[in-house]
């Protein structure tokens, strides 16, 4: 019988941990390790830092889940991967064995890349629970004293979305208290312009974003670098299409929000053969690391190229859709090995997202990743708010329920096109 050991319990592992319990021997065990107590629900993030949700409207405990499902749980931080002799290297020095490896423990925040960014520097954070729960307390006393807002994504960043999100989302909370008349707003970000998303744009989202900032007064600076941060204080340098600097810009702000790059975890930074130089983890067709065939990975800590090559470098995003389709590729996949053969399942690698701008939104789908696509479509609109609450709460029903993809979203997906499986 198989130990299957999948590390980390986010968007990609806690589906991660249900599919393949479901489609595990009886015999055999699967286990997840996680350096926390709780899921929660990561594109509610920009919601809490606004104080539109509770975090515990999107935080549950993984302990009774998994319990529930007889999935073991090691609640501690793996400290590092040893796949030549098929170990979990814990926090507290012991080892766990697998004989599989599902790694989905998303990015390490890169904050550290640039003076003064970050929650222990001068900039809010949404990409934890724990950064935007800190982010709604300071944005608590921006409101009692408001100023300039300087909001966006670092050179290096990948996920431009919840920027924008974020960038509307506070537009819309400013205009609801009748303060945005006092608060001036500059997007700066890597991109070389505005709506490309690491994406290579997706429909018209240039055009759409632009017009959006357009109308509502939002500044922008494109192929930027943010070179230092201080309090109150934004040095950034602009460049041209060559990527040679431009134009440099200090850009004083009361509250900041910025992505920051992302890098791949501790634990298998550096690991030969597992990881790349910056962390993540190269992967087959399959979802299996080259050099360890018995390690997957999923989700954001997966090694993807960039679309295109851009004056100042970026990312490609990694999106629910995806993620939630390479979760079924692994499950399946590690099924055959477990059967003795050979792997057959393929994620699409889709781009499917709804964004949310506080009161409307956008709902994109890239089909391919990589341009010129069968389907580009972008599409701005009330509907795609309403569609993320939905969505929200639709994701933290499964996780509650311990399901991972029930019939009628096979059906709702199907229809509309978007195969998580290739040739299905
Ligand atoms: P995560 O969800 O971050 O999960 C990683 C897990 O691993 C966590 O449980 C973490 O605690 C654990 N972990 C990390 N290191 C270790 C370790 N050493 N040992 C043990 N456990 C560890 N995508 C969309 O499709 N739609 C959206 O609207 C959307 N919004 C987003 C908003 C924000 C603010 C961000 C940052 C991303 C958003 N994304 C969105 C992109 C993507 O869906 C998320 O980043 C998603 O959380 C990635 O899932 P993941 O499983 O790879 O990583
Ligand atoms: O897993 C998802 C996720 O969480 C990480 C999101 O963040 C909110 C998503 O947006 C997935 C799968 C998505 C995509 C949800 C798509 C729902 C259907 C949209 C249909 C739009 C075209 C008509």
Known sequence: MAHIVIIGAGIGGMPMAYEMKQLARPGDEVTVIANTATFHFVPSNPWVAVSWRKRAEIELEIAPLLAARKIRFIQQAAARVHPGRNQVELADGSFVDYDYLVIATGPRLAFEEIPGLGP??????ICHVDHATTAAGVWSDFIADPGPIVVGAVQGASCFGPAYEFAFIME???????????????????????GHLG?????????????????RHIKWICNAKVTRVEEGNMFVTEHDDEGKPKKEHELPFRYS????AFKGVDAVFGVEGLSNPRGFVPIDAYQRNPAYPNVYAIGVCVAIPPVETTPVPIGTPKTGFMIESMVTATAKNIRAALDGHEPGEKATWNAVCLADFGSSGAAFIALPQIPPRNVNWVSEGKWVHLAKVAFEKYFMYKVRKGKSEPIYEKIVMDALGVMKLKGR
């Open 199 to 215: 994406l290579g744009g997706v429909g018209d989202s240039k055009g759409m974003l632009e017009s959006m900032f357009r109308e």
């Open 120 to 125: 222990d520097g001068h900039t809010q954070s």
């Open 257 to 260: 929000m910025m992505l920051p």
């Open 172 to 194: 819309t909370d400013l205009r609801k208290r009748k303060l945005r008349d006092r608060v001036p707003m500059t997007f700066v970000t890597s991109e070389p312009y505005i």
